[in-house]
């Protein structure tokens, strides 16, 4: 039971590391993205 609740607990501040970084940069994870989509996103910039 306390197993579960770790996982959980990392999961949880691991999503919110990703979704608070990519809300304060947007382009901070443009790299993990194919080039073509990079591309695209630096062109409608």
């Keep these: 039971m ?3 609740a770790e ?3 990392g999961c ?3 999503g ?3 979704v608070l ?3 304060k940069n947007q382009a901070a994870w443009i790299n ?3 080039e ?3 591309k695209r ?3 409608l910039q």
């Design 32 to 34: 993990e993205y194919p």
């Design 41 to 43: 996103y630096i062109e």
């Design 12 to 14: 949880v501040l691991f």
């Design 21 to 23: 970084s990519v809300l």
């Design 7 to 9: 996982c959980v607990i």
């Design 36 to 38: 073509s989509v990079q």
């Design 2 to 4: 306390i197993l579960a």
């Design 16 to 18: 919110a590391f990703i």
